[in-house]
C-alpha cells in the first residue's frame, strides 16, 4: 500500500505536466496552423491585378475577336490557345496566314519571330505551302520539325518568337488521351514540389511573353482528338467549321481574358475562304460591334446597314 501510494505521488505529477504539454502543444500547433492559413488569404483592394498585352497579328478580325486591353486589340500575350477543327478543314493554312501576317510586322525591338512547329510534314514541303501566296517568306519565320516537348521549349527560348504555333499538338511525343499528360505539356512536371519537366506555360512567363497557338483535330464525336481535357487546360479555345467547300467559320468557345463568340445571326466569328494561294479572312464583322469602333474610330454599322452597303463579302 506504502509502495502504490510512493509510485502514485511520483507518477501522477509527471503524467500532468505531460498531459498539460499536450495540451499546450496542440493549441500552438492550431495557432500556427489559423496564422498560416491568414498569411494565404489576401485581400483583393491590395493584389495587383495582372496586365494581359495584346499580340496584333495584322488580321484585324481575328484581333477584335480576341479581346482588347485598353485600346489595343490582340491574342493575349503570355497565353495558350487550342484552335480545334476538322481534318481538312483548313487549321494550318489559316495558321500559316497568321504566322505571315506577323512576321511581318515589327515594333521597336523589330520584326516579330514566329516560330512554327510543323509535325506533319517536312520542312521543305511547309516551305511551299507558306510561299503559295507569291511573297517571300519573312526573314523572321522560324520553322521546326522537333516533336519532342522539350526540345520544342529549348528552341522557343533560343528564338524568343512573339508566336509560336504546334501543329500538330496530338503529335508530340509525350501527348496522350489523359489528364495527367495534357496537365504535363501544358503546366509541365513536378515532384514533391520540384520541377523535373517544363511545360508551354513555363515560356509563356518568359520576358518575350510568346502567344501559343495548339492546332488539333476534331473527332468523330466532335472533341478535342486525343483528349478532352485539353480544352480546360488553356486560355483561349477557338474552333473552325464550314458547310461550304472552300469556306469556314472561326469563332470563340473559352476566352480567359477576353469575349466569347458564337457562329450564329450575332455575326461574332470570323469568316475565311480558300484560294489556290492562301486562306484569307473575308469578313469585316466587328465594324458592327459598337465598342470597338468606339474605341478604334471605325465608322460603326448595324448589321442591316451591313447588308444593304456590302452585299459581297470583301477580303481584307
Known sequence: MRLAFLTASIFLPKISQ????VIVYNRVRDNMNIRSIKMAVQ?????KADRVLRLQTGLADLDWMHGRTDNSYGLPAGKISIWSGEKGIGKSRAAIEVARKVARRSDHNGHYRVLYFQTEASVAEFAGWV????????????VSPSRDLQKQIKEIEQIRPNLVIVDSVTRLEQFGNTREKVDAIIDGVYENDVLVSKGYRHVCRADFIPHIILLCQLNKSGQ????????????????LAGEIKGQ?????????HGKVSGYDESLTYIDWL???????VTSCHRQHDVEYCRHTGMEHLTIEQKVRRIPVAQAI
Open 274 to 280: 480558300h484560294t489556290e494561294e492562301r486562306c484569307t
Open 43 to 47: 485581400n483583393l483592394k491590395n493584389v
Open 131 to 142: 510561299g503559295e501566296d507569291g511573297g517571300s517568306i519573312p526573314d523572321t519565320l522560324y
Open 248 to 256: 469556314f467559320a472561326m469563332w470563340i468557345e473559352k476566352n480567359r
Open 18 to 21: 505531460l498531459v498539460r504539454f
Open 224 to 239: 478535342t482528338a486525343g483528349s478532352s481535357a485539353l480544352p480546360y487546360a488553356v486560355d483561349v479555345e477557338v474552333n
